[in-house]
Nanobody, 123 residues
Framework: VQLVESGGGLVQPGGSLRLSCVAS????????MSWYRQAPGKARELVAA????????YYADSVKGRVTISRDNSKNTMDLQMNSLKPEDTAVYYC?????????????????WGQGTQVTVSS
């Protein structure tokens, strides 16, 4: 299994970034997918999630209305469009598949989180 994130960078408050995740080694189209982030000194937290066929999405309250998650099952890719970025969005962002279940977005599937992509929001 390989999950490779990209698209991070340094952006001013109010700016935008589009993060991408390329997945391999598993049947991408069968799994709900997620974006998590981890800020320095804080626990990793779920940012957004999307079901296998994009029928449902989930957004954390902290990003709702500012980010949009999408996926392309033909390319095994998932994106996170982030707008109106705030300093508190600064973190390393990771993608992961989800285990599913009654709370479909709650449980990441893979323990190996990969390298992530750094997002820094600062003036």
């Amino acid at each position: 299994v390989q999950l490779v994130e990209s698209g991070g960078g340094l952006v001013q408050p109010g700016g935008s970034l589009r993060l991408s995740c390329v997945a391999s080694g598993f049947t991408f189209s069968m799994y709900s997918m997620s974006w998590y982030r981890q800020a320095p000194g804080k626990a990793r937290e779920l940012v957004a999630a999307i079901t296998s066929r994009s029928g449902s999405t989930y957004y954390a309250d902290s990003v709702k209305g500012r980010v949009t998650i999408s996926r392309d099952n033909s390319k095994n890719t998932m994106d996170l469009q982030m707008n109106s970025l705030k300093p508190e969005d600064t973190a390393v962002y990771y993608c992961n598949a989800l285990l599913g279940g009654s709370t479909w977005y709650a449980h990441p599937k893979y323990d190996d989180w990969g390298q992530g992509t750094q997002v820094t929001v600062s003036s």
